[in-house]
Structure formats: C-alpha cells, structure tokens
C-alpha cells in the first residue's frame, strides 16, 4: 500500500450497523456499506481496507495559490481560448456581467474577488 494509506484506527466505523433491506439496495455509499460489512464479521480488516482504500476520494488539492487571477489570465487569453473555457468570447464576456448584474466585487471569507471572477467561476 502506499505511503497515503489510512490505518484502521484513522477510519471512524460504529460498532454496529444495522441496514434495512432497504437500505441496504438504497443509493448508500460504498464506504459505508463496506463498513457495515466490516462491523457485521462478513468481511475482515484486509477486505475493508483495500475497499475503503480503492474508493476513498483521492482528488488532488486544488493550489490555487499557484494561478494568476482571473483579470489577468483574461488579458493574456486568446479569444478561442476564452471561448473554449467559457463558452463566451472574450469581448462579450463584459457586456454578460452587465447583462446578469454581477457586482463588480464579491466579499467571501477568505478573500474578495472581482465581478468578472465571480463570472468566470460561474461560467
């Protein structure tokens, strides 16, 4: 297994499980079904393990940090590239925020963006 991999004692399982046969056909995730069998002695540690490994969400961190903003990719952006990111070209891209009523700043916890940011992220 690899270096990443979570050890048993890292994973939060109850000691009992019990699903309805309902339950047990509804749209539950994998994990939790694997668990369930897992605290019910159908399948062992090494079972749970490699299914929960398997399935555990493994997307990468989004480094945003490492991208310049938006205002200033859109300067640098050719207009077929405008359009293959947002569907719009690159000159109508301002006349769509007016249109939609975007404001021109938006206020999140960690940061403030610009108008234009908030729709490119939209779009």
């Given amino acids: 297994m690899s270096e990443d ?14 699903l309805s046969e ?3 056909t509804a749209n539950l995730s994998v994990t939790l079904k694997t668990a369930a069998l897992f ?3 159908v399948i062992d540690e090494w079972e749970f393990a490699a299914v929960y490994e398997q399935t555990r969400n493994k997307s990468p961190e989004f480094q945003y940090w490492e991208y ?4 200033t990719q859109l300067q640098n952006m050719t ?5 293959a990111d947002f569907r719009v070209s690159l000159e109508d891209l301002p006349l769509l ?3 939609l009523s975007i404001a ?4 999140c916890p ?8 908030g729709l490119c992220v939209v779009l």
């Fill in 5 to 18: 991999t979570l050890t048993l004692s890292e994973i939060a399982i109850p000691e009992r499980i019990n």
């Fill in 22 to 24: 309902e339950q047990a």
């Fill in 39 to 41: 605290v019910n002695d």
């Fill in 68 to 71: 310049e903003k938006v205002d």
């Fill in 79 to 83: 207009n077929d590239e405008c359009k």
């Fill in 97 to 99: 925020a007016e249109a």
């Fill in 104 to 107: 021109d700043r938006f206020v």
């Fill in 110 to 117: 960690n940061r403030t963006a610009t108008g234009m940011e």
